[in-house]
Nanobody, 123 residues
Framework: QVQLVESGGGLVQAGGSLRLSCAASGNIFSINAMGWYRQAPGKQRDLVAAIFSGGGTNYADSVKGRFTISRDNAKNTVYLQMNSLKPEDTAVYYC?????????????????WGQGTQVTVSS
């Protein structure tokens, strides 16, 4: 089992910044991709940004130039620096990771979600 724990959400005024963190723990053999998704009330959960083991990144068009995803492989932690926040960024932000876990000498793929952290941007 691989667990993800997020932190860093909160209330901020439009134009402000927040930094989200997500730490993975458990029987981790390797992590391929780590990413952030968000879900606003009444809407589907959408990808915000992802970072891959080789360092490549992918961003939603709506956050390009404002958000930056980064990763500390030694700590199995992913960060999302969010600048120039807008009210439409308000949502619950979820961390996601996929890779390989192990148990009793065998290896298995895993995909895990965090519990979510609320980000609210006031106008």
């Amino acid at each position: 089992q691989v667990q993800l724990v997020e932190s860093g959400g909160g209330l901020v005024q439009a134009g402000g910044s927040l930094r989200l963190s997500c730490a993975a723990s458990g029987n981790i053999f390797s992590i391929n991709a780590m990413g952030w998704y968000r879900q606003a009330p009444g809407k589907q959960r959408d990808l915000v940004a992802a970072i891959f083991s080789g360092g490549g990144t992918n961003y939603a068009d709506s956050v390009k130039g404002r958000f930056t995803i980064s990763r500390d492989n030694a700590k199995n932690t992913v960060y999302l620096q969010m600048n120039s926040l807008k009210p439409e960024d308000t949502a619950v932000y979820y961390c996601n990771a996929d890779g390989v876990t192990y148990s009793s000498g065998s290896y298995y793929p895993f995909g895990s979600w965090g519990q979510g952290t609320q980000v609210t941007v006031s106008s």
